[in-house]
């Protein structure tokens, strides 16, 4: 009977839960076509997934980006997103296009997120009530979805509480499935984003030395049986090779490019201020105005995350080692999110990417919120606890209605429309560049990007976490005036022929016509006529 009625509280959840994600993503599902979650990080974050995709059907490596010739494994600047493409690759091919499957997958993600997060709170809270609570509290009332929208990475960064999971599960179980089943959840969250996966791997570690007499006991017990010791070291031997795989190219990005500035990492790290902050940086207010790397620093907020924080430190070191242990993962991490420590000129990072507090969030959130809940029902009646979860649950997931999920207009379909064609000109081994040459992080670039994939050439230009010297070369070095100006072409020309650049594409929506006469007519040795294409004027460039 207990058996059931967990098996028909867990239905029930995940009903409510869908329910609630399909709230949040009302404002894209109902117009899935003509915009998308979040800003431009959104945009970015669909041409990784598209571009893995087109990896996969045409069997280029991975981590190939068509964006920023003529740097390799361009992927490697930023998020993967690998795993993604378990739900990603089947909505393209039953004939979502891009936008729409993108769309999708948001809303399925929050969707398993929150399941994710309910199956551990109910381990830890054992009540159904409690659990649900707590799981609407720490994914829909307590982290800004706008984080979620612009960095879609950081669904998996409450992954390693399944990792937490497993471990307590094989601290009193013994069962060398959970020790398979941890090493499989950090593989799987290297193949989403590693500087989450490096989070989640720091946070295991912290929470292992919390908990050392366990680790002790195991290792004691486990290490005078030859057979469990083989196959352990043969799972991880396994899983480093996995790791080695994923994570080999953005060792070599950090190789080529160093680690992120001391600038970046002092723009994000934690805000001790937003902790005390109220409603103008909660879910339900984005803030309008924050100055650069301000929306990645502000951690959780609000006075009643800080109330049950309280009341959570008070429970821990009441209650059982493991919530003691999760405490001191918490509270190490969330001093080292503070950024760099400095001893003189040499700078330590927080870890080997760098620690953004986005990162902290899943594990920190869910802590505070169990904690805060199991102390909560002391406080007051069982019975008006039950009343105040389904007011509050009405009101976290009517408040996401009415607030709505942010949105920016976006069409694929127009985009497509634009590019379409071009694959008839460019074939696969050529380099483009199109004028005008839109600035970093703009969403002219990110459009590019995404045109781009419509045909098998790379372009120069485009965005990601590194910023190479060729796409920072040509910002700014050539502007529309200069293409009325013969020696400025003449420049501009031989700048691509020295950079292997072999097509010009100039955007005739975006550049004036009389200009556009102007290159018509320009003695500048080309491979071929100018090729017209009603929207753009692509010119082939003599080796």
Known sequence: MDAFLERYHRAAAYCVFCIAAAIVGLPILTNINSVIPGSGDSLFNLYVLEQVFQNILKGMPLYYGQMLFPSSNTLAFSSNLFIYQIIYAPLRLLGLHPQAAFNMLFVLMLALLSCVVYEWMYRKLKHFGYALFGTLMAVFASMPLYYLTGHFQLFSGYWYLIVLVMIDNYFERYAARYVFGAVIVVVVMAAADPAVAVMGVLFVAVYLGARWRSVVDVV???????RRVVAIAATAA??????????APYLH???????YSRKLILACRTRPESFLTAS?????????RMYWGLHEAIHFTGFVYLFMLALGVYHSFRANVSMRAL???????????F??????????PANPFYAIPMYLFPGFNTYVAIVGIRETVKLIPVRTFAITFVFAAVVFIGAESIARLDTMPFSYSQIRQKYDGLSSYFKRGDSVIRFPYATWASTDVLEEMIGMLQTDARTVNGYSGQDPVVRRHFEGAYTVADLTNSSRISALFDDCRSNRINWLMFDKTAIPATIMNNMYSAEIPMRCAPIDTGLFLLLQIVE
């Open 339 to 348: 950024g760099p420590i400095y001893i003189g000129n040499t700078d330590i």
């Open 253 to 259: 990005v950090v190789t080529q490019f160093g680690y």
């Open 220 to 226: 004691r017990r486990d290490f005078i049986i030859p």
């Open 280 to 288: 103008p940086f909660s879910l339900f207010h984005k803030p309008v």
């Open 327 to 337: 405490l001191i993962a918490c509270a190490v991490l969330y001093l080292a999110s």
């Open 238 to 247: 396994v899983a480093g090779v996995f790791l080695y795989l994923i994570l």
